[in-house]
T-cell receptor, first 114, second 113 residues
Framework: KAGVTQTPRYLIKTRGQQVTLSCSPI?????VSWYQQTPGQGLQFLFE???????NKGNFPGRFSGRQFSNSRSEMNVSTLELGDSALYLCASSSAGTRDSPLHFGNGTRLTVT | AQTVTQSQPEMSVQEAETVTLSCTYD???????LFWYKQPPSRQMILVIRQEAYKQQNATENRFSVNFQKAAKSFSLKISDSQLGDTAMYFC??????????FGTGTSLTVIP
């Protein structure tokens, strides 16, 4: 089975712009989660989608949004970018979307905001 | 809410030796799961091992094993016969009922040839 695929791998954006990140989960996985990883804050949960519904959301401002399509692919959008949004954004899928199901991560998208 | 603490920011071990990475956690739930992930320089997070809290037996995956002390809320990872490919950041994690994973701050492990 193919793993979790995230595109693009690298992005450079300017403050005030918006960005869309894409994630294709492992085939058959219905849950997709997004995490932000920074040296200072570590790994922080953004949100989780299951069967096109957002089930859980972390403590991030409304500029961070996402969605999931019927084929389980997910996108994450960040509007009005700030310098502090520079981070590695990780997407993870799991088969059942329950806490006993391990997360399978993609390679991440490295976002740099200048 | 769950919390996870990894008190060793950096560790090193000689190739072929054994190393133990520490993790403590807090949760109000009676049944839960614990995970160790590794993140090599390639940056992809990879599952190392999973432990079910209601199981007394410590989980083992090849050279990786855990020492799970439920009463002490401790979940350490032991790597035996360390290999160069074990060089990575290691994260301990615990999910809540909403499948939100809480990660520790990580331990950077370097295997020295």
């Amino acid at each position: 089975k193919a793993g979790v695929t995230q595109t693009p791998r690298y992005l450079i954006k300017t403050r005030g712009q918006q960005v869309t990140l894409s994630c294709s989960p492992i085939s058959g996985h219905r849950s997709v989660s997004w995490y932000q990883q920074t040296p200072g804050q570590g790994l922080q949960f953004l949100f989780e989608y299951f069967s096109e519904t957002q089930r859980n959301k972390g403590n991030f401002p409304g500029r961070f949004s996402g969605r999931q399509f019927s084929n389980s692919r997910s996108e994450m959008n960040v509007s009005t970018l700030e310098l502090g949004d520079s981070a590695l954004y990780l997407c993870a899928s799991s088969s059942a979307g329950t806490r006993d199901s391990p997360l399978h991560f993609g390679n991440g998208t490295r976002l740099t905001v200048t | 809410a769950q919390t996870v603490t990894q008190s060793q920011p950096e560790m090193s071990v000689q190739e072929a030796e054994t190393v133990t990475l520490s993790c403590t956690y807090d949760t109000s739930e009676s049944n839960y799961y614990l995970f160790w992930y590794k993140q090599p320089p390639s940056r992809q997070m990879i599952l190392v091992i999973r432990q079910e809290a209601y199981k007394q037996q410590n989980a083992t995956e090849n050279r990786f094993s855990v020492n799970f002390q439920k009463a002490a809320k401790s979940f350490s990872l032991k790597i035996s016969d360390s290999q160069l490919g074990d060089t990575a950041m290691y994260f301990c994690a615990i999910p809540n009922t909403g499948n939100q994973f809480y990660f520790g701050t990580g331990t950077s492990l370097t295997v020295i040839p």
